[in-house]
């Protein structure tokens, strides 16, 4: 039996500076998860968004930035709270 991923509530962030279908991370929290490029964002139990994840030091720990309009067409707001993990291959 193959153990489950790491994963990790996270506080979503809409920001300008980031470019669609892609997300930013802490590096730490990047580390943790063990991603391997892509993230699933889970929210009430429903897969939203896949996402190109890319770690930086400047972000906080306990959220991950993604792109304002991304976030609008799936419904997330600013400040939403939400399941992260490495996404299945």
């Known amino acids: 039996m193959s153990q489950k991923p790491p994963e990790k509530r996270l506080r979503l962030r809409r920001k300008e500076n980031v470019e669609r279908g892609t997300c930013k991370m802490n590096d730490a929290t990047y580390k943790y998860l ?4 892509k993230i699933e964002v889970v929210v009430a139990g429903k897969k939203k968004l896949e996402l190109t994840a890319s770690p930086t030091s400047d972000i ?3 959220e991950v930035w993604i792109n ?4 609008k067409a799936a419904g997330l707001s600013d400040n939403s709270i939400a399941t992260v993990r490495s996404a299945r291959m």
């Open 34 to 37: 063990k991603i391997s490029g």
């Open 60 to 62: 906080p720990e306990n």
């Open 68 to 71: 304002v309009d991304e976030m």
